[in-house]
């Protein structure tokens, strides 16, 4: 699979919710081996699947954009549709009393949301939302 074909397979997969898995590992591989550009593009063009379907369906999207920051894709591109999910999902969380189990996708997310932070410098944990 090349350039749009991962694309359009990944988006199948998450509408169908089949082969997530192993849509998501060949698009990992082919943005390990793509030159910078392409893989910021591809980094960035996860956002908007990420806000399109489930939590649970595009937890492993997640995963994969905190891996694509691990390889050393632009940090600039990291989906904030990430930390938009992380943010949406503690609300849910009445206060200190409120024993509500978030989803195992949350922590999915919060491994991508760190991966992203961990590498990021200072100015761009300075840019996120208080």
Do not use: W
Request: charged share 25%; glycine share 8%.
């Amino acid at each position: 699979m090349a350039g749009q074909n991962i694309l359009e397979a990944l988006d199948e997969a998450l509408r169908t919710g089949e082969g997530i898995g192993e849509v998501v590992g060949a698009f990992f591989g082919l943005a390990k081996s793509a030159d910078s550009d392409t893989r910021t593009r591809m980094l960035a063009s996860l956002d908007e699947r990420l806000r399109a379907h489930p939590l649970e369906r595009v937890a492993s999207v997640a995963l994969l954009a905190g891996a694509l920051v691990e390889v050393g894709t632009d940090l600039r591109s990291f989906p904030p549709a990430v930390f938009d999910q992380l943010l949406a999902q503690l609300e849910t969380i009445k206060g200190p009393d409120d024993e509500t189990e978030l989803p195992d996708a949350f922590y999915e997310f919060e491994r991508a949301a760190m991966a992203c932070l961990s590498s990021s410098a200072g100015p761009f944990r300075r840019n996120l939302p208080p």
